[in-house]
Structure formats: structure tokens, C-alpha cells
């Protein structure tokens, strides 16, 4: 069971547009965290919410935490070639465990 | 300090060998993280440390695999007797704290490959 569902997984846009990607469940956590990976390396943390409805901003990309605390969005402005990545989402559900859930990804492409 | 160091950084090994995996966290953080990803999957969470000690680990942790941490710096994964299905990216992670506001800092994790 996948705790964590991302849409789209995969999304192809040109350079410039805007885009929006999901991060969704059922449970609530602790707090939810994105990732940005790159082939063959780990992933890199962008941002933490922990906050039910908190919104985020990283120079363009908006991170927003449900009120509910059980899902996230990422919106990218004005993309760039360099936002070409996996983008992972992960959970942490509290009560002590300290493991992340994550989800399965999506993988960005920015063309020029 | 570099961030979290992973070794090696591939392993191709014959199926029914044991490997060991190596990782040197941030020197500052006191909890370290294992995680394994395969093709297509976000990474899965295996187990953590606090300082020395093991406090979690997951189910998929089989009695073939053994993390240590000994002196609550590096940190060593072991699988023995491998098979084909633990073909995958193992990840190390460390934090300063628990991960609910700071987040990890992944390393570039260690490739195997079981042939």
C-alpha cells in the first residue's frame, strides 16, 4: 500500500510554463517534507511543512501543506531547464517513529 | 565537513556473497538513517540510529540484513547471503534531532547489484 500517491509521475513541459504537482493521502503526518533528486545521487531536501495549510516559498516554487495535513502541492513559475528532476515527497507520521514515508515521485523534464 | 559519505559508491557481487556498505554521517548529527530504493520507487525506510543505539526497524529488514553503528559515528549495513531482489540503491541519511522539522541530508548512496 502506498501511503503516498504524487501525480502526475511523469511531466514533460517547455521552459517557462508553470506547473503544479500532488503529493495526497489518507493519513495525516507530522509534518511533510519534498525532495528533489538527481540520477544516481541521493535525494536533497528543498523544504519542511509542518503546519496544517502552511504555504512555503522558495525563490519559484510554492510548497503548500493541507489543512488537513495530509497532502501537499508544489508549484513551480517560470520553469527552468535546471528544475529537471525527480520530485519526492515524504511524510513523517510522529508518535516516535522517525522513518519517512515516501512516495514514488515525479519525474520533471523542462525543455528548452 | 562534506556532508554524509558513502562507500563505495557500486558493488557487483555474485548472488550468495555478502557485501558491506559504509557511511559517514554529518560529524554533528546524532541520528543516521538507512534507506533502500529501487528502479521507479521512492526510497523505503530500513532503520535508524540514535547515537549508537538501533530504535527502529522496518519489516523489510530480513534476519539478512544487520546495521550497526558502533561507536555512534559511521555506520555499516551488511547483507549476507544476497539475492537478486536486493539489487538496489542503498541511501544513508543523517540528521541533528529527530527528522520532523530539520529534514535529512542524503548521501549519494551505494549501488548494488547482485548478479
Known amino acids: 500500500t502506498q501511503l503516498l500517491e504524487q501525480s502526475p509521475q511523469f511531466l514533460s513541459i517547455q521552459e517557462g510554463e508553470n506547473l503544479t504537482v500532488y503529493c495526497n493521502s489518507s493519513?495525516?503526518?507530522?509534518?511533510l517534507q519534498w525532495y528533489r533528486q538527481e540520477p544516481g545521487e541521493g535525494p536533497v531536501l528543498l523544504v519542511t511543512?509542518?503546519?496544517?495549510?502552511e504555504v512555503k516559498k522558495l525563490k519559484r516554487l510554492t510548497f503548500q501543506f493541507g489543512d488537513a495535513r495530509k497532502d501537499s502541492s508544489l508549484h513551480i513559475t517560470a520553469a527552468q531547464t535546471g528544475d529537471t528532476g525527480l520530485y519526492l515527497c515524504?511524510?513523517?507520521?510522529?508518535?516516535?517513529?522517525?522513518?519517512?514515508?515516501f512516495g514514488k515521485g515525479t519525474h520533471l523534464i523542462i525543455q528548452p | 565537513d562534506t556532508g554524509v559519505s558513502q562507500n563505495p559508491r557500486h558493488k557487483i557481487t555474485k548472488r550468495g556473497q555478502n557485501v558491506t556498505f559504509r557511511c559517514d554521517p554529518i560529524?554533528?548529527?546524532?541520528?543516521l538513517y538507512w534507506y533502500r530504493q529501487t528502479l521507479g520507487q521512492g526510497p523505503e525506510f530500513l532503520t535508524y540510529?540514535?547515537?549508537?543505539?538501533?530504535?527502529?526497524k522496518s519489516r523489510l529488514l530480513s534476519d539478512r540484513f544487520s546495521a550497526e553503528r558502533p561507536k555512534g559515528s559511521f555506520s555499516t549495513l551488511e547483507i549476507q547471503r544476497t539475492e537478486q531482489g536486493d539489487s538496489a540503491m542503498y541511501l544513508c541519511?543523517?540528521?541533528?534531532?529527530?527528522?520532523?522539522?530539520?529534514?535529512?541530508?542524503f548521501g549519494s548512496g551505494t549501488r548494488l547489484t547482485v548478479v
Open positions: 540510529f540514535q547515537n549508537e543505539a538501533q530504535l527502529e
Open positions: 560529524s554533528e548529527h546524532n541520528r
Open positions: 515524504a511524510g513523517v507520521k510522529g508518535g516516535g517513529a522517525d522513518g519517512l514515508t
Open positions: 541519511a543523517s540528521s541533528l534531532g529527530g527528522a520532523r522539522l530539520r529534514g535529512y541530508t
Open positions: 511543512v509542518v503546519t496544517g495549510g
Open positions: 493519513s495525516v503526518f507530522s509534518s
